[in-house]
């Protein structure tokens, strides 16, 4: 039923709990697991030769996220996990993955860093769910 | 992780493919299910005896439904399952059952039956992935 499952993760509280999930449904059914993280684009200030300084800082932390991800999940007991780090706005990146890598499962934290943390679910969530071809588990 | 699933169906195309998902997690994890309906509630203007008669036969419909949903899961192999039918709008009825039962897992279809087939995600699942306290499985 899950042979790949994807984790969308920006780092974020429900993020690391849609982890948890992911780790556990990758290990009871012997799925593999791929990490992915939208970096987006950099702030508006950001301009000129500090932009190219930004976008270098943001991808190397993004980069070390997912990397860190995939090795707690590896440590935990997932024996395949494979990571990707996408340029885009969240929502459309993610759901860019899912048409690559064709998952069984997109698991997703409910919220994640955007400022409406007034809103219950978050907008990237959201959209990813309504867009994504395959289940989507939303996670609080 | 997952012992107590529910599965909030109304019969459409997306809810039954969400009873395989249920099926297969439910073994995995020895998890109890409860099948879930909400039936929608009659216009009192039927008048008597025609509000009594129409009651009836939607609650006969609304108990076959979640009978045969959970004759199949008995069959696929879970072991301890139950039904609930309760009448009231479809999201509200969802949400307090989830409060009361405080499952580990929710699982919807993407897509009722209601007549908003335009939206990708229905108003049901929507409502519900946003205001669950728990993780929800939204099956396309």
Known sequence: ?140 | MFRNIILATDGSAAAERAVDYVASLARHYGARVLVLHAMASLPDILGEPNYSQALHAVLEESRGLVEDVAKRLREMGVAEVETDVIEGPASEVILAVVETRAPDLLVIGARGQSPWKGLVLGSVSLAVTQRASCPVLVVK
């Open chain 1, 1 to 140: 039923m899950f042979q790949t499952i994807m984790l969308a993760t920006d780092g974020s509280a429900p993020a690391e709990r849609a982890a948890a999930l992911a780790i556990s449904l990758a290990r009871r059914y012997a799925a593999r697991v791929i990490v992915v993280h939208a970096c987006g684009p950099p702030p508006d200030e950001a301009t000129g030769l500090r932009l190219d300084d930004v976008l270098d800082e943001r991808w190397e932390e993004a980069s070390a996220l997912v990397q860190d991800t995939a090795r707690r999940m590896r440590d935990l007991g997932v024996v395949e996990v494979a990571t990707d780090v996408v340029a885009g706005t969240a929502a459309d990146a993610i759901l860019r993955c899912v048409e690559v890598y064709r998952p069984d499962l997109l698991v997703i934290g409910a919220r994640g860093r955007s400022p409406w943390v007034g809103l219950t679910l978050g907008s990237v969530s959201m959209a990813v769910t309504q867009g994504a071809p395959c289940p989507v588990l939303v996670v609080k």
